[in-house]
């Protein structure tokens, strides 16, 4: 976590980052709070503490990559900066998030050259993530440092690829949490009236991910086919150290972009919340914001129900209310659930849920496919009746 306080300027609050340069000099960046100084200085304190844990130092410019002699850690500066212009925002997000605090303050202390480095420098620092984190996550740092090194061999850095040669760990088996019916139709009853009860119902009905319902908006709807087309998501991630916002007109994969059919119920509860989105725009008038004005899931000044506020509103909603904590993710897997357990076929959910091939609907969900198996049980028992008859 970065150093960080409160500088006050023009009666606002401003939070000052301090982190250390390349050069090993502090440096620091200032952030306004857009808070009056007056009555905020907790808020305040509140946003420098997320700040604080979220900031990630912006890239400084180092040597170009022309020679295989500079640090591996400068090195991987570098790529982040080639590769930012050929992924999509979040994925870089991600890629710099975990560059800039888990990879290179490992390697850092040991000023490896990009030509020096081996594979049992990776597989060492595999060794030293996995007694901190899952496999899981050790295997995202492995595709990045393999991306990384792949790109120093196409440019005639180096003349192979070490992470060829080491082991990547074992991916962690899935351990999803599932609501029962009985917990789900508590769960509906607790968000019924607030703003997380259409979200929690699109999550757990449709299987929707939560880029996907925060996403949606209003023109997906066709309600006279009675259709809904899964083509909008909405996200959040760091970039050079701010949060952004990343709407887009894409899904997770091609794949994810499907089309489900509008249930009536649904049909009556989307109605009558354009309606009442209608009723707060007209009310409040100039306040109401219309940057977000297609989308359904916004509260009653127009504002976006942000991810984040969806994940950690969703967990307070089930601690008050005595419930089984899961994530909110794990909605999409209480529904794959349900459907199993009624004799939907392991392809159509696959459909249902949008993944991109069916290994990955198989593969998380296979454990709970109990009906599949009694159907094999009574099929062996039909064939083989003769021949258990004359062993008993």
């Given amino acids: 976590m970065v150093a960080g306080h409160l500088q006050e300027k023009n009666g606002i609050f401003y939070m000052v980052l301090c982190y250390p340069g390349t050069n090993g000099k502090s440096k620091s960046k200032w952030v306004t709070t857009k ?38 850690t400068d090195f991987m500066t570098l790529w982040l900066a080639v590769a930012k212009s050929t992924i999509k925002i979040t994925t870089y997000s991600s890629y710099s998030m975990m560059t800039n605090k888990i990879i290179i303050p490992y390697f850092k202390p040991m000023n490896l050259k990009l030509k020096d480095v081996k594979p049992s420098n990776i ?12 496999a899981n996550s ?11 090194m792949k790109y120093a061999v196409k440019t005639e850095l180096i003349a192979s690829n070490p ?6 760990p074992k991916k962690n088996a899935f351990q999803g949490n599932f609501y029962s019916e009985e917990e789900l139709q508590q769960l509906f009853e607790a968000a019924k009236g607030s703003k997380l009860e259409l979200p929690i119902v699109l999550a757990s009905f449709y299987g929707l991910r939560r880029s996907e319902v925060l996403g949606l908006k209003w023109d997906a ?12 998501t909405l996200t959040t991630c760091m970039v050079d150290g701010k949060k952004i916002e990343v709407a887009a007109d894409t899904t997770k994969t091609k794949s994810s972009r499907r089309t489900l059919p509008l249930i009536p119920q649904f049909k009556t509860m989307l109605l009558e919340r354009l309606e009442l989105q209608k009723e707060y725009k ?22 976006i129900i942000k991810p984040g506020y969806l994940t950690n509103a969703f967990s307070k909603l089930l601690e008050k209310n005595d419930m089984r904590h899961i994530r909110f993710h794990d909605l999409r897997h209480t529904c794959a659930s349900l459907l199993l357990k009624n004799g939907v076929p392991m392809k159509q959910i696959q459909e249902w849920l949008g993944h991109s091939d069916f290994s990955t609907t198989a593969n998380i969900y296979a454990h709970l496919d109990y009906n599949s198996k009694l159907n094999s049980a009574q099929a062996m028992l039909t064939g083989m009746s003769d021949a258990l008859v004359s062993v008993t």
């Fill in 123 to 134: 597989q060492n620092f595999y060794l030293s993530e996995l007694e901190r984190v899952k």
């Fill in 221 to 232: 709807f066709d309600f006279v086919n009675n259709t809904i087309a899964i083509q909008h």
């Fill in 35 to 72: 808070l009056p100084v007056k009555g905020n200085k907790k808020k305040a304190e509140a946003m420098l503490r997320d700040a604080r844990k979220d900031f990630i130092p912006p890239e400084e410019p180092v040597k170009s990559l022309t020679s295989s002699d500079m640090l591996f």
């Fill in 138 to 148: 050790v295997i995202h740092y492995h595709a990045i440092i393999h991306r990384a």
């Fill in 163 to 168: 992470v060829d040669r080491v082991d990547r």
């Fill in 282 to 303: 007209r009310v409040c008038g100039k306040c109401y914001n219309k940057k977000y004005v297609d989308y359904i899931c916004v509260d009653e000044m127009g504002n």
